[in-house]
């Protein structure tokens, strides 16, 4: 075909007339000559473009044009030149040289620009994806991959475009794929996903998974698109999370604190080999972390200031800085070469929240002392990532656990394993304290139990004890049996006065007691013993001097002061109590008690030794007063006492008469029953007087005796604390006077004092002495034989005209007196009767 034609070239000239490319024509660079529609649509040049010249058009696309028509016409060969114009559209030139011009094809490549573009913005994107991008033909070649596959298998993209996935898989991975495209085709479903592993550069093998797509291109050809992505970081967490969860069952079931330690580090150590573990326990009372467990090498303690108690306080530090798993390193603190961070994600969370118990409060904590809380706490040297990193796992109160990487960097995410690790140790160390909280508890009821027994063997043997030296001894002896006690000794004031004398010893003493009065003689000496002024500072007579018990809980406290502690530490002993032996005022002497440990009397124990002190001393009390009545010499006494502030002289004054008291009866609680004889009007008393709790008359006429309750402790009950008796009293408003007896044992000097202690006042008007020829013949037998309740059921019936005629009490009124039942009373006074008739007519039955 001739397109040189005439016919032809209309034919062509129609063709490019009516053509959706445009085309114009130029002779030179100087004019268009032809142009068809569709070219002056796309320029849009005002007057069309015939005619005008390429120089001088539009400059948006102007220089464009001219630069590919004269190159064309230059170098007489195809030139292509694109703009983009203002509104956006891009425009390709094509100029072609001719004979005498240069014909130019004119296209809109907008949409080509932008599809170029978007490729490029993909490619940009797939190639700083992590995960691994590939193309497969349908013979499984591969096509296409990005940067990522080539940094995951160590080859270069040159290598692997064009070869066979085999290089990569093996022949399992390659059929199941194979078999899930064809589901894939016939089940309507898009997306297929495979884990296996691939063989690297290096021959080794990388697990993954990879979720890959049929898919049809542009050109018609078939293929598979896939994402690959490297899981040896899941793989190893997961892995982590196993052997952390098995390790829970082990935490649990350990005995004690150090057992849970060393398991948490053999477990971290086993899923970190290239870490250094360390776990720290908190020692309250010297506020340091001690290094109780490690996978290897020597560790020093931790106190404040170093980077471990940092670590250690910040995890309970609200204001402390949180960041995500994947340590982002903008959290750092700037100001600053070292920073921690708490790790407080919902993955750390969830598994505190899943341990394996829940965590109670831990031990209690003290005010000035940080509570870590369990959280997983960050440290890095520098504020760049490429620093060492050492994680750190607050366990509560119990102590720290540090995982050091060292130069190494642990794969994924191990934040949350050394936070399971953690949740379960705490859960595991709480297990422990309150198994151990139990065995104590367990252990002080045993101990308690058998010091109960011992305290009731003492307290009965106190009951038949018919001296000072017997009570003395059957404390000291019963005592030494226990555990507990390395060394027991009983001193006596009330006899000699000044420091206690010991009456009565037992255990290892070593001489410690010799420079006390009689010391010597009462604990045979071995040693060095000691001076008067060693004793002073000893806790049995400081418990004398003071009238309060004096525990010694550390015997090496205060060594320097005290010459005594030296001579009780060289002898074994650590701790020590001092019991002063007092009842109703009045010491009789002290129980000191001491113990090869420390802390021994801190608790229950002492308390009850105490306890018992306050059964000593009054078993002393009925003692000395059993013997008062015994005795056939005794002293007398008269005093006048400053009654003012008096129980029996703000009765009086209520009365506004004096009272000539009769007796009273104990009730005990410092209450007792008050029995006198006074003209006044009693009207108003029991309202006017706080200490009378009730008043009622036991007789008529206008001499009858009436019966106080009175709350507060009487000078009677001060009497009878002191082993006397009350022959006559009778109590003014501002005054009492009183005819008292005591054994001549007692030293009525102390007597005096006594009362001055607690009223002022005292003046001593007579003292006398007295046999058995100035008063009837005591009743001995009648006296031992009485039991207290006995006695108080004779003297409280006697006291109330029980026994007068008239009756001016019944039994009942007796009975409720002695806040009893009326059977009880019958009972004690029965039989109290009975003891009576037998030591006045004897024993008829024998005599029969």
Known sequence: MDLTAPDHRAAVGRYLARAELGFLYAEGSNEIVDANATADELLDVDGGLVGADPREIDPSFGPELLAAVEEAARADRTVEEAVTIDDGTALQFRAVPGEDGVGVLVRDATDDVGLRRDLRRSNRILETLEDGVYTLDEAFV??????????????????????????????????????????????????????????????????????????????????????????????????????????ARRLLRADDAESVFETAVDVTAAVWPEATVVAYSFDRTEARLIPVAASGGDHDECGPGSLVWEAFTTGADDAATTIDPARASDATDADSRTSFHRIDDSATADAEAGSATDAETGPAEDAATPSPTGRVVERSNEPDDSSPRTLYATLDGY???????????????????????????????????????????????????????????????????????EIAEAVCDTLVESDQVEFVWVGETYRTGGNPTPVAVAGESDGLLDALPGGADAAPAVGDGGTAADTDELPGVRAVETGDPVRVSDVSDGLRRERWREHALARGHRSALGVPLSYEGLCYGVLSVYADRRSVFDDEFGDLLVELGDNVANAICSLETRRSLRTESLVEIELRIDGSDA??????????????????????????????????????????????????????????????????????????????????????????????????????????????????????????????????????????????????????????????????????????????????????????????????????????
Request: charged share 30%.
């Open 647 to 848: 129980p029996l002289s703000r009765i009086a004054s209520a009365f506004g008469d004096p009272l000539r008291v009769d007796g009273t009866v104990p009730q005990g609680s410092g209450r007792s029953l008050v029995y006198f004889t006074t003209g006044g009007d009693r009207s108003g008393v029991a309202e006017s007087v706080v200490a009378v709790e009730s008043l009622r008359e036991t007789g008529g006429g206008p001499n009858a005796r009436l019966e106080a309750t009175v709350s507060e402790e009487t000078v009677v009950d001060r009497v009878s604390a002191h082993g006397g008796s009350v022959e006559r009293l009778v109590a003014g408003d501002d005054e009492v006077v009183l005819t008292a007896i005591f054994p001549r044992s007692v030293d009525v000097r102390r007597i005096i004092e006594h009362f001055e202690d607690r009223y002022g006042g005292v003046e001593l008007r007579s003292r006398r002495d007295r046999s058995e020829d100035d008063g009837p013949e005591p009743r001995d037998d009648l006296s031992d034989e009485l039991t207290d309740r006995q006695r108080e059921a004779v003297e409280t019936a006697y006291l109330r005209g029980y026994f007068e005629w008239p009756r001016a009490s019944t039994g009942e009124e007796v009975a409720t007196a002695m806040d009893i039942t009326q059977p009880t009373f019958n009972r004690h006074l029965r039989t109290a009767e009975r003891k009576l008739l037998e030591s006045v007519l004897g024993d008829i039955d024998a005599e029969d």
């Open 399 to 469: 102590g720290l656990f540090r995982v050091d990487f060292g130069s190494a960097e642990p794969a994924g995410n191990v934040e949350e394993p050394v936070g399971l690790l953690a949740a379960n140790a705490v859960a595991a160390l709480d297990s422990v304290e309150r198994e151990n909280e139990l065995s104590r508890n367990r252990e002080r009821l045993e101990r308690l139990h058998g010091l109960n027994t011992l305290l009731r063997r003492i307290n009965g043997e106190l009951v038949d004890a018919d001296t000072l030296e």
């Open 142 to 247: 591969i096509t296409s991959v990005n940067e990522a596959i080539t940094e995951m298998t160590g080859y270069d993209r040159e290598e692997l475009v064009g070869s066979h996935a085999s290089m990569l898989a093996g022949s399992e991975t390659l059929d199941k794929a194979e078999e899930i495209l064809d589901m894939l085709r016939g089940g309507g479903s898009d997306i297929g996903m495979i884990e296996s592993s691939i063989r690297t550069a290096d021959g080794e093998l990388l697990p993954i998974d990879t979720h890959f797509s049929p898919v049809e291109f542009d050109d018609g050809r078939r293929g598979r698109v896939g994402v690959l992505r490297d899981v040896t970081d899941r793989r190893r967490n997961e892995s982590a999370l196993r052997e952390l969860s098995r390790s």
